[in-house]
Structures are given as C-alpha cells and as structure tokens.
C-alpha cells in the first residue's frame, strides 16, 4: 500500500465523462508510481437517487446534491467538472478561489469572456501552487504523444500542411432525439466545440503551432429534432409522422474551416483544413489528424488508436509511409501497461490524463494543457462563429 500522501478527489457529473474519469482516477494509481494517491471522495449530482446509483457503481465514497458543497468541505482537495459548458466557469473559479485544484472537461467554457475569467482564476491560484488542467485527453493516447515527439525531433521538418477532421454519425438520423449537445445554452456550440475542439487542441499541440486566423463554414442539416425520452419509443424509432414535440437545434451539426498557423519555431507558418462532423456517416469516432513537414508526414485516425503511420522522406522513395505499432515499451505511456503488441483503449487517454495531473500537482509543476492553453482554443472556436457568420470572411484569432 503506498505512503503517498492522499489526493482527495471530488467529481460534478457522472455520465459519460463521469465514468470515464472515475475509471482513470480508480486505475491510474494501479498502472502508474503517483506522488500522491488518488481517491474517490465524493460525486455531486442534482438527482439524489441518480447520483447514489452512480457513486456505487463508479465507486465514489459519498454523495453530494449541490456542488457547493464539494468546494465546502475541507476533505477534498481537486474537483474534477465533468458537466456541460454552461457550468464550466462558475465551479472552476469558485474551487480555484476556494484552493482546490481543477481538471475541468473540455471545451473549458462557452464563450471566451468565461474562458479568460477562468484562467485569471487559474494564473492567480497557480500562485498559491493550486493547480488546473483541461481535460483535452487525446494528446495522452499514445500515438498521438509519439507523433509529437516526432515533431520536436525534427523528423518532419518544417510542417507545410495540418489536415484535421474529427468524424461521428450519431446525428444522420433525423429522428435522432435532442440532447443537451444540442442546446446552445448548455453545450456552447455543436460538433465545432465538442469534437472540433479536440481537433485544434491535438492540432496545435503536435504541430507546435498556434492558430492565428481562419475562415469558416457551420451548417444544421436538421434545424428541430423529437425531445427525447418515451417519445422516442414511438413507433420503432421515433414516430415523426405524429405530433410529437419537437425541439429547436440551436448548434452547428457541422463544421469546416481553414486556417492559417504562426510557425511556432519555424519561419513559415503551416496551413491547415478542419471538419467536425456529426452526419459522416458509418464514421463512428474517426478523430484524425495528418501532418505533411519538409523532411516527413504522420498520418493518425482513432479509429485505428494504435497505430500512427510515419512516412520518412530521407528512406528510399518507394518505402512509402510506415505503419508503426504503438505498443512498444518505449512509447509514451506504454511501458506501464502490457507486452507489445497488447494495445489500449479510448480509456487509457483519461488514465495518462490523471497521471500527468498528479504527477505535476506532486511535483508543484503546471499541468498541460493549461487553462490558457484552452483559452487559446476558445478564442479559435469563437473566430471560426465570427467568420461563419460573416459569410466566411477571414477571421484573426
Ligand atoms: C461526443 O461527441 C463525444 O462524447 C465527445 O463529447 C467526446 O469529447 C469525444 O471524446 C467522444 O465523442
């Protein structure tokens, strides 16, 4: 049993996020040498019985109605937001205040005046070595973290092109219900925020560069879709002949811009395509990236999270692009899982999120990405609305 001191976590929300961090804060400690030993204190949710149920299953030691009260209590240190935007900024500033660390889900806010707010907060109790982090968990899969470290190796060179394009099809169906991903007001925007922000995120962050500007394209297919809940039992899925209630889609289902990269430490910035999609259909979680350099390319699709595909322009030029398995023990995060080969999971992102998290709190170190690593995003998300509602025109970020 470790001597590590405890890191005493409280979590808001408990769905598909909640679960997915309560199975990196169980396992972590398991895979990992931590510095401090996480545990499950408490989860907070609005439905008394619901948020019982899911503290048994998820395995959280007690249970809260009200957020406040996780900031209350002086026997947890970190709170961990896992609900949708609209309550980003006001639980991350009034734990920061209160003096417990942060990891809030991504986007960090829905709007930049939150994000900036947010990240003031953070600056200050970073001060106090409080310490935040956004939850952008695809730089912790592993092939994406090695195609990074090709990048600062130099192996690719100077990169000439970012192509990103992050692809779903839960949405094709127009039957399909509404959900709070929908809802403006909850989810800030649609496939542009939810998905399209990992894309700049992962973007940005293995290219090494910032994006400066862009010109953007949102489209709603579906405009209204059935509420959810019984009315979607109706005749099979969803009875859209009938006079069911219908709500307004106020998000994007989809997303497409170009933009334009500062060069980070080369001369000449890169250029980059992005698509967020909800309707790509038969594409499940096909979060993609490809980056083409002076000296090499790397290519990645989630959709085969294992794999990253490396083309070295100094090998003969018909060895074409190399299909690296990244499993090895000397691949980011792997050694501390199984033999080569084994391969890991959607998972196992949120497992190296949380060992980054507390190894940089027990270190006293500022985890990445930042609140203003995020913030950055947000001010790309809120410059590719700018252009798509400037009919395109291009937009600084
Ligand atoms: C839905 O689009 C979603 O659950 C996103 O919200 C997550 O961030 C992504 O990892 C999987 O798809």
């Known amino acids: 049993m470790t001597t590590a001191k405890p890191l005493r976590v409280g979590m808001v929300g408990y769905a598909f996020m909640g679960a997915a961090h309560s199975h990196a804060w169980r396992t972590a400690p398991r895979f990992f040498d931590l510095p401090l030993q996480p545990q499950l204190t408490a989860v907070a949710g609005r439905n008394a019985?619901?948020?019982?149920?899911?503290?048994?299953?998820?395995?959280?030691?007690?249970?809260?109605?009200?957020?406040?009260?996780?900031?209350?209590?002086?026997?947890?240190?970190?709170?961990?937001?896992?609900?949708?935007?609209?309550?980003?900024?006001?639980i991350a500033i009034a734990a920061l205040e209160a003096g417990k660390h942060v990891l809030c889900e991504k986007?960090?806010?829905?709007?930049?005046?939150?994000?900036?707010?947010?990240t003031l907060a953070a600056e200050a109790a970073a001060k106090q070595r409080i310490m935040s982090m956004c939850g952008f968990s695809y730089r912790r899969t592993p092939a994406l973290a090695l195609a990074k470290r090709f990048v600062e190796q130099g192996r690719l060179g100077e990169i000439r092109h970012v192509r990103a394009q992050y692809l779903q099809d839960w949405l094709s169906d127009a039957s399909a219900p509404m959900t709070w991903r929908l809802d403006k007001s909850k989810s800030g925007s649609g496939s542009l925020g939810d998905i399209g922000a990992h894309s700049i995120d992962a973007a940005q962050w293995v290219a090494g560069q910032s994006i400066t500007g862009v010109s953007a394209l949102l489209e709603t297919f579906v405009p209204e879709r059935p509420l959810a809940g019984d009315l979607v039992g109706l005749g099979g899925h969803g009875d859209l002949s009938g006079d069911v209630p219908r709500g307004k889609v106020t998000v994007d289902d989809a997303a497409v811009f170009s933009a334009k990269f500062d060069g980070g430490a080369a001369s000449t910035g890169a250029i980059g395509v992005f698509e967020a999609t909800r309707y790509a259909l038969g594409r499940k979680n096909a979060m993609r990236l490809e980056l083409n350099g002076t000296k090499g390319s790397l290519a990645f699709d989630f959709e085969d999270m294992n794999v990253l595909s490396f083309y070295d322009a100094a090998e003969s030029p018909d060895a074409g692009f190399r299909r690296i398995l990244v499993t090895e023990p000397e691949h980011p995060y792997v050694g501390n899982w199984w033999p080569t080969g084994h391969g890991l999971g959607y998972e196992h992102g949120f497992t190296h999120q949380v060992v980054d998290l507390v190894t940089a709190i027990g270190e006293g170190r500022q985890p990445e990405p930042s609140f203003a690593d995020a913030l950055q995003v947000q001010r790309v998300l809120a410059a590719v609305e700018a252009s798509a509602s400037n009919s395109s025109q291009w937009q600084k970020v």
């Open 49 to 90: 019985d619901a948020a019982r149920a899911a503290a048994d299953k998820l395995g959280w030691n007690s249970v809260e109605t009200d957020w406040r009260r996780l900031i209350e209590r002086d026997d947890i240190d970190l709170i961990d937001i896992c609900t949708p935007g609209d309550t980003h900024a006001e």
């Open 107 to 118: 986007p960090l806010a829905n709007s930049v005046e939150e994000a900036e707010r947010m």
